[in-house]
């Protein structure tokens, strides 16, 4: 089968798994003139005709300042396509990442910070010209790598989404090439004869990301299996079984706990005892109580006795050095029991010892004011209404 093909089966799977593109989208593509952004314009390009799905595309060339830069082969590979390259003018990005590279002593010019500072720069022109998504050209390689560098670096199980919603700048980032193999996107270059313009980078070929590349090539030579395995395993939701669902934090010998909240199950059980504590006990409204804005950005706890669920806690980032728990509450047939003071001594000495120096502040209740105050929190400013219940500002320093 030719390369073209097997290109845009992957992304209509990846177009109909993720739901990446819709009608009237106004998509920039990020051309750096590598093969993968290359391989993307030129299927974006095609896959508008057979998708049924009508869509602009709009590809966007970064001048980062990097000596030898010239786009001039990328304008006319676009001109071949119908569509006009626009050449973004972003030469500071050199000249900062040459300054990092000194301060940090480092050999190479720092890639976190210029994947970042390229993100915000696609950004900006997406919004200025009235575009709603951006178009990486990410493949299944690059997440698979990603997935093992935030494993062995960052000690999480983590990778990019293929698609991704920032609220503050209201754009989408889309990864359309996420199930397309690097060895098919080489074999579509060679059979279309597609122009690739090489990297300026000077890190080019010698950071992180290589050596890993270099080690999943030698394990792909001894478990061939393993590099569809691998793949597979980055959507199989119904087969994950790590340990993040059996951590029962340990707040007493009694079998008090904390438990992140991490399924479905444990998120349905959060949500009932906080309506059953909130809105129909103390009769908070509903909307008042589950403010979608914020339960995304929440860190969510079950309070458990046992494994039996008999409160929630949560909190979430505020901004640097300072946090907000919300949402504390133990079931009406727990309290007196002392559960609830240990359980909030112990998370905010566990927040405190995981971010110090840091705030911890909450909204309380008026009328635990003299138990939020024996676990060391102060009264910050007047009374005040929220929900129809008095409550006082509070905080605790770490």
């Not at 001109?79 to 390259?85: G, M, P, W």
């Not at 494993?151 to 991704?164: C, D, H, L, N, Q």
């Not at 991490?262 to 959060?270: E, N, R």
Request: net charge neutral.
């Amino acid at each position: 089968m030719k390369a073209i093909r097997t290109l845009l089966a992957c992304i209509r799977k990846a177009d109909q798994t993720y739901n990446l593109i819709q009608h009237g989208d106004k998509i920039v593509i990020g051309l750096s003139g590598g093969k993968d952004s290359i391989a993307l314009t030129y299927c974006l390009s095609l896959y508008r005709r057979f998708s049924h799905t009508d869509f602009t595309i709009q590809p966007v060339v970064l001048n980062l300042g990097f000596p030898g830069f010239n786009p001039q082969p990328l304008i006319e590979f676009c001109r071949s396509l119908n569509l006009d390259l626009i050449v973004s003018d972003n030469t500071d990005v050199y000249k900062i990442l040459t300054i990092q590279k000194e301060n940090q002593n480092s050999k190479h010019l720092p890639c976190s910070i210029c994947s970042r500072m390229k993100k915000a720069a696609i950004n900006k022109i997406a919004k200025e010209i009235g575009f709603n998504k951006v178009a990486f050209a990410h493949h299944a390689e690059d997440a698979i790598e990603t997935l093992f560098m935030n494993e062995i670096y960052g000690g999480r199980v983590a990778t990019f989404s293929p698609k991704m919603h920032l609220e503050k700048a209201d754009i989408e980032f889309i990864r359309p090439l996420i199930h397309v193999r690097e060895s098919d996107i080489k074999k579509l270059i060679k059979e279309e004869n597609l122009p690739i313009v090489g990297s300026h980078c000077p890190a080019d070929k010698t950071t992180t990301r290589e050596t890993i590349k270099n080690i999943l090539d030698g394990l792909y030579k001894e478990f061939p299996k393993a590099k569809e395995s691998f793949l597979s395993m980055l959507s199989n939701y119904e087969h994950e079984d790590l340990w993040n669902n059996k951590i029962y934090m340990q707040v007493d010998q009694e079998g008090l706990s904390l438990k992140p909240i991490v399924d479905k199950i444990d998120a349905f059980a959060a949500y009932d005892i906080r309506n059953k504590v909130f809105c129909i006990e103390q009769k908070v409204p509903y909307e008042l109580e589950i403010i979608l804005d914020e339960e995304k950005d929440a860190h969510n706890y079950l309070i458990t006795l046992g494994e039996v669920p008999i409160g929630h806690i949560r909190y979430r980032k505020l901004e640097d050095n300072k946090y907000k728990v919300e949402r504390f509450c133990i079931l009406k047939e727990y309290r007196n029991k002392h559960y609830g003071k240990k359980v909030f001594d112990y998370f905010l000495n566990y927040l405190g010892a995981q971010f110090n120096p840091c705030t911890i502040c909450f909204d309380g209740q008026a009328y635990l004011k003299e138990f939020y105050e024996s676990c060391g929190c102060v009264v910050i400013g007047d009374k005040f209404m929220e929900a129809g219940i008095e409550h006082y500002y509070m905080e605790k320093k770490y």
